[in-house]
């Protein structure tokens, strides 16, 4: 099977987003609640297929909506974030659980190697562009908000404007990789690189160009490997991007 150069374009930018929205889902401490949030999708994609509709639509509306129900919830009670995500998580979960079924649901959770459509790819193109334009733009104020929401607003801030920004940015991300990744192993690939990039990088410049190296290129090779090794894309991506961290790790040791 030949991997065509525009076959590897929408995943590469949704990879490169992935990589800079992950970082300052690390930073924010929501490594468990990021994967938690990809599985929201999960009831969209469930109800688009019922529908005959595209599923990544379903997956972006329903990851949209719990997105807001989650920023609602936290500014509105005292619950912690991980918290309330959970819990949206886990109705999700049970019922998209029930409303697919079959190879259907594998590739809900695990994503499929298929090549887009023209306008799919450009919709999520432009949905990565966003998301990277964004995260690049806010990247100090969304620093500043995470040393101290007191002196955010102080400097002029909105910081529940900025954190629903973000997660909006977050869900869209998501969004751009249930087809590829799927729900399981989409918050995978916001993670691990950005946990890599973290764990080597000493500035926040560095953090953000080092964890879309790794995001990007974790997804190339996983896409081009795949085929020769006869396995699905998506699970050998983010087991190419656990190899980059632990391989981080033996670095940052010996240095």
């Known amino acids: 099977m030949t991997i065509l150069p525009e076959v590897l374009a929408l995943p590469m930018a949704m990879a490169a987003a992935a990589g800079l929205v992950g970082c300052f889902a690390v930073m924010r401490r929501m490594t468990l609640a990021s994967d938690a949030i990809s599985h929201v999708a999960l009831p969209g ?17 329903a990851l949209v909506v ?35 079924s079959g190879e259907e649901l594998i590739e809900a959770l695990f994503g499929a190697t298929r090549r887009p459509g023209a ?11 966003i998301v ?44 751009l990789g249930l087809r590829y ?6 918050g995978s690939l916001i993670i691990i690189p950005a946990t890599t990039a973290r764990h080597l990088a000493r500035s926040l410049g ?26 699905a894309a998506g699970p050998l991506v983010i087991a190419i991007a656990a190899v980059f961290f632990l391989l981080g790790l033996l670095v940052r040791r010996r240095g």
Do not use: C, K
Request: glycine share 12%; charged share 10%.
């Open 45 to 61: 994609i469930g109800v688009a297929l019922v529908l005959r509709l595209n599923p990544v639509l379903g997956g972006v509306v």
């Open 206 to 231: 560095s953090m953000l160009a080092l964890a879309t190296g790794l995001s990007v290129g974790s997804t190339v090779l996983g896409t081009l490997a795949a085929p020769l090794l006869h396995v």
């Open 66 to 100: 719990g997105t807001l129900l989650v920023w609602a919830l936290e500014h509105r009670t005292r619950l912690p974030t991980e918290a309330i995500i959970g819990v949206v998580f886990s109705a999700a979960l049970a019922i998209g659980s029930m409303l697919t």
């Open 181 to 186: 990744l799927g729900v399981l192993l989409m």
């Open 132 to 175: 990277a334009a964004y995260v690049l733009r806010a990247r100090h104020r969304l620093v500043i908000a995470l040393v101290s929401a007191d002196l955010a607003r102080t400097v002029g801030i909105r910081v529940r404007r900025l954190d629903l920004m973000y997660l909006l940015g977050f869900a869209l991300t998501v969004g």
């Open 119 to 129: 306008l799919e790819t450009g919709l999520g193109l432009a949905g990565a562009l």
